[in-house]
């Protein structure tokens, strides 16, 4: 990349700058030099001009005359244009003629003697000060045309003989461009050396105040994380302090009080969790796990999850399906949701009025197909100088957007870079007052090699999947729940024995594989993290021991490789924590389905098929997906034992 292209506004603008006060220092050296050139010429034209065209005698001579007053028509329009107009191209064009006519003139009040020819060497010297070869151009002019023109009407002015060569002018214009040669190398080097100092001194101050920015933004980020953080904590210590000193309180009124420290506890996690992403990502240690996964699926899911939010709001939240879609395809299904949640969200935030849209289209681009995903909203709309800042960390468009709609500027930098480590991209269009549209660009492999569903019937499909979830009866079966955390056992406990099953518990893998050589169980849930015997072993020893039936790893690893690795420990299905009821019964549902089949029996009895036009029964659910019914009170038992450990466990 050539130095011009490298020069920044700011870097230009410097170097600019830097060229006016050289030409206009220049300007004012060559105002003083004139001057003292034309007092010199004035002092030959007496002393030395008559004895050079007379001889012996001295008198008044003519050539005085043509010092006094042609020396000083040579100083005064340069002088006037150093003092009006200082730095400017014509007049360095102006001083470059005057200094080489003072040349011509010395040279001829010498009588052409050989030492004043270097007068024009020197001039051409100070020229190059200006470090703009422009000026050399003129001066070089001027002296091959005075030596041709001298040199041949009057050759004794010039050269200091009556009679000379008629080609003699072109040796001494000769020598003048042979030092222009020189002279034009060193400017070009001063100039380059000039332009790389710039760029240098421009980079450096750009840093700079990216540097303060950046430091800015962060102190405002900590200064509004220091208010959303504490928001929650108050309530926290506030509402937990209440209830450990008002043990004859309002049943109702610690009810309430619980349910603000849950949920203060949630966004508390939410700040937590945002922070721990983005050091990852600005740090380059971001895991992302490929696996497939249903599109259509995972659309939904998450529009259903947020729907809640935009009723709240009373706006419209609608997803289209603007073309078929993948069936499957290869991506972190879990941060793909992270992202679309958030600049859903965000939207549903940022909306007053009107609609937000989630548009949902496919692709091919050079024989690779492209997932296509767009949340428009009709909201407040971003400034168009702020669109290029808004995915960096830190940064909402100013502070009134914090002010009003809350937040620490961190969900879009996150959303950014997970899409960049996808392999996608993360643009936006916004007007103010109209609304933004962010568009997520997502590769999915090749074209050939993708099978394509009608979107619209898919997410129909899982509707109806999700409802069997909701509806299934596990009577007649038995589950053994493995785990060492009490409140996990509770939890999976009630939610199967609410669906009809029957539910033994074990706090080890070790206890675990006693109880299934007395008792045979339909299912195990098993715990991978414990003590005496983690789930990995008591997996491959209940295998060892001939157990045939379904095992469901439960596990809050949920990093890349971990799936495999229960598979090969010889889990059948693998969940991760926390619990999702939905998921869990689904699952249950087609293992057991599947290994009673496989053992002959028929077990369809036990799981009566939903009927789509029962759906005034099952009235699709208003709350947070994988949340707990706080108003439960077995369930909310567990939430207020899980509170009440829940510090111990943070430390």
């Not at 200082?86 to 040279?107: A, H, K, N």
């Not at 190398?185 to 540097?211: F, K, P, V, W, Y």
């Not at 496919?362 to 407040?380: M, N, S, W």
Request: aromatic share 6%; with cysteine; hydrophobic share 40%.
């Amino acid at each position: 990349m050539s130095s011009d292209q490298q020069l920044t506004d700011s870097a230009r603008r410097r170097l600019d700058e830097q060229y006016q006060t050289i030409s206009s220092y220049t300007d004012r050296l060559f105002a003083i030099l004139l001057t003292l050139q034309w007092i010199g010429a004035i002092l030959m034209a007496l002393y030395v001009a008559p004895f050079t065209w007379i001889g012996a005698t001295r008198s008044l001579h003519p050539h005085i005359y043509l010092a006094i007053f042609g020396g000083g028509t040579l100083v005064s329009l340069p002088l006037l244009l150093v003092l009006t107009r200082p730095g400017r191209l014509e007049t360095r064009m102006v001083v470059s003629i005057s200094q080489m006519l003072f040349s011509s003139l010395l040279i001829h009040l010498s009588g052409g003697r050989i030492e004043t020819h270097f007068h024009i060497f020197g001039s051409l010297a100070f020229l190059s000060a200006y470090r703009d070869c422009r000026v050399l151009v003129p001066a070089t002019l001027i002296v091959a045309v005075d030596h041709f023109v001298r040199g041949v009407w009057w050759p004794q002015s010039v050269f200091g003989v009556a009679t000379a060569s008629e080609w003699r002018w072109l040796e001494h214009a000769a020598w003048v461009v042979f030092e222009d040669i020189f002279l034009f190398l060193m400017i070009r080097q001063s100039n380059t050396e000039m332009r790389q100092l710039a760029i240098q001194t421009g980079q450096l101050e750009d840093a700079a105040r990216e540097a303060e920015n950046a430091n800015r933004a962060k102190s405002q980020f900590l200064a509004n994380m220091s208010h959303e953080i504490r928001t929650p904590l108050s309530g926290i210590l506030g509402f937990t302090e209440i209830l450990l000193t008002d043990e004859n309180g309002d049943p109702k009124e610690r009810e309430e009080h619980l349910r603000i420290v849950s949920s203060s506890g949630q966004h508390l996690l939410a700040l937590i969790n945002d922070i721990l992403d983005l050091s990852k990502i600005e740090a380059g240690q971001v895991m992302i796990e490929h696996v497939r996964c249903s599109p259509a699926s995972l659309i939904e899911e998450v529009a259903s999850a947020l729907r809640v939010h935009a009723k709240n709001k009373n706006i419209d939240f609608e997803v289209h399906w603007c073309s078929a879609i993948p069936e499957v395809i290869d991506t972190d299904a879990h941060r793909l949701k992270q992202v679309l949640t958030n600049l859903i969200g965000n939207g549903i935030k940022f909306t007053d009025n009107g609609r937000v849209t989630l548009n949902v289209g496919y692709a091919t681009r050079h024989d690779q197909g492209e997932l296509q995903l767009q949340v428009a909203d009709t909201g407040v709309g971003i400034a168009s100088d702020k669109l290029e800042q808004i995915f960096k960390p830190f940064v909402q468009e100013d502070e009134t957007v914090t002010r009003r709609f809350g937040g620490t500027g961190l969900g879009l930098a996150i959303s950014h870079g997970i899409v960049k480590a996808l392999g996608g991209t993360l643009t936006v269009n916004s007007i103010v007052g109209t609304g933004s549209c962010f568009e997520i660009r997502l590769p999915v492999g090749d074209a050939s090699k993708i099978r394509l569903v009608d979107a619209a019937t898919d997410a129909k499909s899982i509707d109806r999947l999700e409802q069997s979830a909701k509806s299934v009866d596990f009577h007649g079966l038995r589950f053994l729940v493995v785990d060492d955390g009490a409140t996990n056992r509770k939890l999976a406990s009630l939610l199967l024995r609410r669906a009809g099953a029957e539910v033994a518990t074990a706090e080890n893998g070790s206890i675990a594989c006693e109880m299934i050589d007395d008792k045979q169980f339909d299912a195990v849930l098993l715990d991978m993290q414990m003590p005496v015997m983690d789930g990995y072993a008591a997996a491959a020893s209940m295998r060892a021991n001939g157990y045939a039936r379904p095992i469901v790893a439960l596990t809050a690893h949920a990093m890349k490789g971990d799936q495999d690795k229960c598979k090969r420990a010889g889990c059948s299905e693998y969940l991760a924590k926390p619990i999702d009821r939905e998921k869990l019964f689904a699952t249950l549902r087609e293992l057991t389905e599947t290994a009673s089949l496989l053992s002959g029996g028929d077990e369809t009895s036990r799981f009566p098929q939903s009927d789509s036009d029962t759906e005034s029964e099952n009235p699709p659910s208003t709350a947070y997906r994988s949340s707990l019914p706080a108003d439960d009170p077995e369930i909310r038992d567990i939430l207020v034992e899980f509170v009440d450990t829940l510090s111990d466990k943070l430390d």
